[in-house]
Every structure is written in structure tokens, then in C-alpha cells.
């Protein structure tokens, strides 16, 4: 297989390379340091995998949804393989929407990444142990919903298309309150940017 490897750190993409000639199942034909010049890569190396970090900075895919959904809608049968550090189930649920195969996390071991890439190659997917586990026990908080009814309706808005602002005003109440509203149901789902908030809300059943 022909693979493309893309991380900016320099030592990452060194221990990328170095397990995946391990693996003795790919050929690197590219590597790439930020999601534009992962744009240009792709646009000029054909390749048959894509083992990549979730969000490089700067440039114009620097959001990591934003760039999968790119390289979904120009190379919609590319196989990825996402190596990242984070550990939200909301961001890794919207990552596995955008046609994302495995995720193996930087912390996981040496073997994960060849048995991901085994996986992905026969047509499965894959995801790291501390992933699963993550899945398997937010599934379960699903069932019983950890925000106040307050916070529920304020996530629920929000995902409609409500600004803070608006929110406020339908409940005629202040901006600093559903603001704080918003941060607490943040902090009890254990997330932290607005696309996880979103993401919640989809699998929830909230936003339609």
C-alpha cells in the first residue's frame, strides 16, 4: 500500500515512519507537516492510505473536521487513519462520520498502529483501546442524561442555531447566565469546544 503520513511534529512523523517499515505492508510515497500542504500532497502522490494527525495548526484546514470533510468530498475513497491525542468520544464520533477507519491514539502502543493498519487494509475498522473504552461508557451516560433540564434546553438551542444571546432573550434571561449554563454542561460532559457541544446534541437526539 501506498501511504501518506502527515503530522507536525517532525519526531512524530519519524516514529511513523519507522513502525509502518516495520509493518512491512506500506510504502510511504509522501509526508506532510500541515493540512495545506497535505492538500497539495494529496493533489499530486496517489496513494492508498492516509495515516494522519487530527489537527495540524495554521493554513485553511487547520480545524480537523473541516480538513477530514475536505478530503472526504475530493477522495472519498481514501482510507484514513487518524494518530491523535485527543480523547473526546464527541470529536472521535464526528471524525468516524467523515469516513475516518481507525483511530489509534499517541499514547497507545507500538503495535497498535500496524494492527490498525492490518485492519484497515482488510476493509475494517479500528480504534484504541482507551477509545473504545471511552465509547463503551459515554453510551451509557447517554441513557441517563448527566445536565439539569436547564442546561438540556440550553444545549438543545444552541444546536438549533441559537446564539447565547438569543437564548437569553427567549428565556429573558441574562447572557451571563446561559453563558455559564453552556460552560456547566460542558464540564459535565467532559468537553471543550463548540463541535463536540454540536456533535453531543446529533447523537443525543437533540438537533435533528
Known sequence: MRVVIADDHSVVRVGLRILINASRQCVIVGEADSADSLMKLLSSTPCDLLITDF????????DGLKMLSVIQRKYPGLPIILV??????????AALDKGVMAI???TASATELPLAINKVKNGHRYLSGSLRTLLVNTRHQLHES???AKE??????????????QIASHFKRSVSTISKQKSM???RLGISTNVDLFTYARDSGMSY
Do not use: N
Request: charged share 10%.
Open 55 to 62: 489537527s495540524m495548526p495554521g493554513g485553511k484546514q487547520a
Open 84 to 93: 491523535t491525542m485527543f480523547t473526546s468520544v464527541a470529536t472521535a464520533r
Open 104 to 106: 489509534v491514539a499517541k
Open 146 to 148: 448527566p445536565l439539569s
Open 152 to 165: 438540556h434546553e440550553v444545549v438543545r438551542m444552541l444546536a438549533s442555531g441559537m446564539t447565547v444571546s
Open 185 to 187: 454542561a460542558m464540564h
